[in-house]
């Protein structure tokens, strides 16, 4: 039986529990209610802006001449004359400066005629300000017994990925790979090529060493003879490198021209060639049934590197209002080359517009019978440029700074050229405009949205264009995490 003590120890008992369950409630209640003051910690953060680099651009040299003389072991490589180089510096603010370019040659082992004058150049902007560009381009005339024509190319950024599509390694086509390293290490290049049957095996591709501050030849009927549709995907590791392709073409005793052709935007599924000059429809026509003759004829060439066929849609605009739009339909098989013939353009200069359902890479060719002389041109597909960018426009034929706007809205862009009054062009939207331009001059453009550009020659028998490419971005400030 329990007494009257112990009732009353456990009533103290419970009553204490309830006092103290009591209290820790309204702890809870008061942690609830009474805001919490917090800490909240950011990371730390440094913006460092990079001091002004010097700007380089390489070009690469003069048009070269293979050959293989009796009693030599191999062909070799001699300069065609020189190559003239036209450069400037478009200052941030606007407009062109006085900042020195300096020029200094690479070494040319491979061309058994190359002095300081006739090299491959790599150009300096040592003492140009934070923003300003640097910008050239170059030009050459061949006049050789088998190579004759005329060539200008954009000297352009070294970088360790590059797309090449031009050349033909068919009976009476040379094509040479120029890979130009101006860095201060040698480049380990590896060059994949790609042709109408696939994939091509070229052994010693792989591992082409060019010494650093040099240039090396490389003859693309080594790696892939007899392909009429080469595209050549150049990777380089440690220096990087300039690719370029010279193609000749000499049909039979006549000679069918030479081009310089620089490289084409990386893989995507839009692609736009402007300045496309298709000139002597009539004269080519009469000529295209006989052998060696086809690739006179004007054609869009498309590699689809990825592993899935490609349908394409390539629409030619005229440069002219008043000449309705042309439309190609194409299906281009993964890991080949494909060609389209340009059908049903006549003589005149458009854009050529590539909607693809997968990445692809582009570049199309035309020729041109003139005064009895015959050439061809390659032309890159490009991606818009920034809002400011500089034209350079080498020396050759009735130069013209070809204008595409891809956009909805009419840009408004104005030309500032080394000597002279500025110039404004309005071009419309989705349409290209064509300005008359001084062959050795730069034109710094400040445009009011992003344009694709293209400088173009033709005249006399002689036909070049080469795209201008946006400069990668070396100067913007960086974010650092300590």
């Not at 003051?37 to 700007?55: F, G, N």
């Not at 036209?86 to 603010?93: D, H, Q």
């Not at 008359?436 to 445009?447: E, H, I, K, L, P």
Request: aromatic letters at 4%; hydrophobic letters at 50%.
């Amino acid at each position: 039986m329990v007494s009257k003590r112990g009732v009353a120890i456990a009533g103290a008992r419970v009553a204490a529990g309830l006092v103290l369950v009591g209290a820790i409630a309204a702890v809870i209640a008061a942690a609830v209610l009474v805001p919490i003051p917090s800490v909240v910690a950011s990371a730390a953060t440094v913006a460092v802006a990079p001091a002004p680099q010097a700007q380089y651009r390489v070009c690469p040299g003069p048009i070269l001449e293979y050959s293989q003389a009796s009693g030599q072991p191999s062909p070799v490589t001699s300069a065609v004359g020189d190559a003239g180089i036209t450069s400037a510096v478009r200052e941030a603010a606007g407009g062109s400066s006085g900042t020195a370019v300096t020029t200094n040659p690479l070494a040319a082992p491979d061309n058994s005629s190359a002095l300081s004058g006739n090299a491959p150049q790599v150009l300096a902007a040592t003492d140009a300000s934070s923003g300003a560009l640097l910008a050239a381009s170059q030009s050459a005339v061949a006049g050789a017994n088998d190579l004759r024509g005329f060539a200008a190319t954009a000297c352009g950024e070294a970088t360790a990925d590059s797309w090449l599509v031009g050349g033909a390694t068919t009976v009476g086509r040379t094509s040479l790979i120029l890979l130009s390293n101006p860095t201060a290490v040698a480049a380990n290049v590896r060059l994949s090529v790609y042709a109408e049957n696939g994939v091509v095996d070229a052994p010693g591709a792989s591992a082409i060493l060019v010494p650093a501050q040099s240039q090396k030849v490389v003859s693309l009927a080594g790696l892939a003879p007899n392909v009429s549709s080469p595209v050549v995907h150049v990777e380089s590791t440690g220096g990087a490198v300039l690719a370029s392709v010279q193609q000749g073409i000499i049909r039979g005793l006549e000679t069918g021209g030479v081009e310089l052709v620089g490289a084409s935007a990386a893989p995507s599924q839009a692609a736009i060639m402007t300045g496309v000059s298709i000139a002597g429809t009539s004269a080519i026509a009469e000529r295209l049934p006989t052998d060696g003759n086809g690739d006179m004829q004007a054609a869009l060439r498309v590699f689809v590197p990825g592993t899935a066929d490609a349908s394409l849609t390539v629409t030619a605009t005229s440069e002219q209002a008043n000449v309705q739009s042309v439309t190609f339909n194409l299906t281009a098989a993964a890991g080949r080359v494909t060609e389209l013939p340009l059908r049903d353009l006549g003589d005149g200069t458009y854009t050529l517009s590539v909607d693809s359902t997968v990445p692809v890479v582009t570049a199309a060719r035309t020729s041109v019978i003139e005064a009895g002389a015959l050439d061809f041109a390659w032309y890159q597909s490009a991606l818009p440029q920034p809002v400011d960018f500089v034209a350079p426009v080498a020396m050759g034929p009735n130069p013209r700074l070809h204008l595409n706007n891809p956009g909805p809205v009419a840009v408004t862009v104005v030309l500032t050229p080394t000597t002279g009054a500025k110039l404004t062009v309005k071009v419309p939207a989705r349409a290209t405009v064509a300005v008359v331009v001084a062959g050795g001059s730069t034109y710094a453009a400040a445009a009011s949205g992003a344009l694709v550009a293209s400088v173009g020659f033709a005249g006399g028998g002689q036909l070049s264009a080469y795209s201008l490419v946006a400069p990668n971005a070396l100067e913007a400030p960086i974010v650092v995490y300590p």
